[in-house]
C-alpha cells in the first residue's frame, strides 16, 4: 500500500528508499552500469551520447523494474491467499458431502434394521397361525 502512495508521500517515499537502497537494484545499477561502460569502451565510444544517454536513463528503467517485480511478488501472495481459501472452501464442501453421506447410511441401517424386527415379529405371528391351523385341523 505505501509503495502505491495510498499510506501517504511520505510511506510512498520510504518505500521507494527501501527499494533504492535494497540489494535487488543496487546490484543491478553496479553490473548494469559496468556492462554499459565495458561495451562503450570495447566499442570506442565512451565519452560518445549514446554512452551518455544510456547511463542517464538506466537508473530509472532498472528502478521501475524493480517496483514492477514487486507488485508481481506481492500479488502473488494475494494469488496463494486466494488459492488457499479456495482449497477451504472445497475441502469444507467435500467434509460436508462425507458427513451427508455417512448420516444418509447410518439411516439406512437403521431403517433396515427396523424392518428385519417387523420381518421377525411378522414370520413368528405366522407360525404360529400355521401351527394353530395345524392343530385345528385345517
Same mark, same amino acid.
Given at each position: 500500500?505505501?509503495?502505491?502512495?495510498?499510506?501517504?508521500?511520505?510511506? &510512498? *517515499?520510504?518505500?521507494?528508499?527501501?527499494?533504492?537502497?535494497?540489494? /535487488?537494484? !543496487?546490484?543491478?545499477?553496479? *553490473?548494469?552500469? /559496468?556492462?554499459?561502460?565495458? =561495451?562503450?569502451?570495447?566499442? @570506442? $565510444?565512451?565519452?560518445?551520447?549514446?554512452?551518455?544517454?544510456?547511463?542517464?536513463?538506466?537508473?530509472?528503467?532498472?528502478?521501475?523494474?524493480?517496483?514492477?517485480?514487486?507488485?508481481?511478488?506481492?500479488? @502473488?501472495? !494475494?494469488?496463494?491467499? &486466494? =488459492?488457499?481459501?479456495? @482449497?477451504?472452501?472445497?475441502? $469444507?464442501? &467435500?467434509?460436508?458431502? =462425507?458427513?451427508?453421506?455417512?448420516? =444418509? *447410511?447410518?439411516?439406512?441401517?437403521?431403517?433396515? $434394521?427396523?424392518?428385519?424386527?417387523?420381518?421377525?415379529? @411378522?414370520?413368528?405371528?405366522?407360525?404360529?397361525?400355521?401351527?394353530?391351523?395345524?392343530?385345528?385341523?385345517?
Amino acid at each position: 500500500m505505501s509503495l502505491l502512495g495510498l499510506n501517504g508521500t511520505a510511506d &510512498q *517515499q520510504t518505500a521507494l528508499s527501501g527499494l533504492l537502497t535494497g540489494p /535487488e537494484y !543496487t546490484t543491478g545499477v553496479r *553490473q548494469g552500469e /559496468e556492462a554499459i561502460l565495458q =561495451n562503450a569502451a570495447a566499442t @570506442g $565510444g565512451l565519452r560518445g551520447g549514446n554512452t551518455q544517454n544510456s547511463l542517464a536513463n538506466f537508473r530509472a528503467d532498472l528502478l521501475g523494474s524493480v517496483v514492477n517485480n514487486q507488485y508481481n511478488r506481492l500479488g @502473488g501472495l !494475494t494469488s496463494l491467499g &486466494q =488459492n488457499a481459501a479456495a @482449497g477451504v472452501g472445497n475441502n $469444507g464442501i &467435500q467434509v460436508a458431502g =462425507n458427513i451427508g453421506s455417512l448420516l =444418509n *447410511q447410518q439411516g439406512a441401517a437403521l431403517a433396515g $434394521g427396523q424392518i428385519a424386527k417387523g420381518n421377525v415379529v @411378522g414370520q413368528t405371528f405366522n407360525n404360529a397361525a400355521q401351527i394353530a391351523g395345524v392343530v385345528a385341523g385345517f
